[in-house]
Nanobody
Framework: QVQLVESGGGLVQAGDSLRLSCAAS????????IAWFRRAPGKEREFVAG????????YYADSVKGRFAISRDSARNTMYLQMNILKPEDTAVYYC?????????????????WGQGTQVTVSA
């Protein structure tokens, strides 16, 4: 079992930055690909970013490329999503997810473990 806990969400203005954290406990975190997904009100779950279990490969949704950056600190069992130049359309609940020895790809069905989510609200 892997337990994931997100933190760092909040209310910000357009153009601001936030850094989300995902703290993992349980099994060896370094063996897991990690990804961030989000769900806005009335919309489907959306892939945001992912990083492979090796840390060598990252993926980003087109809507966040150049603004968001995913990283991991396996020594701290923590993964991060740095979000810059936030826009109102980034408003959503953000979830981190883990897949054993995955590549961090965008298909949510591959992920075995999920956090409870953290709310990000961006005002215009």
């Amino acid at each position: 079992q892997v337990q994931l806990v997100e933190s760092g969400g909040g209310l910000v203005q357009a153009g601001d930055s936030l850094r989300l954290s995902c703290a993992a406990s349980g099994r060896t975190f370094s063996n897991y690909a990690i990804a961030w997904f989000r769900r806005a009100p009335g919309k489907e779950r959306e892939f945001v970013a992912g990083i492979s279990w090796t840390g060598r490969t990252t993926y980003y949704a087109d809507s966040v490329k150049g603004r968001f950056a995913i990283s991991r600190d396996s020594a701290r069992n923590t993964m991060y999503l740095q979000m810059n130049i936030l826009k109102p359309e980034d408003t959503a609940v953000y979830y981190c997810a883990a897949e054993l020895r995955g590549d961090g790809s965008s298909y949510y069905g591959l992920y075995d473990y999920w956090g409870q989510g953290t709310q990000v609200t961006v005002s215009a």
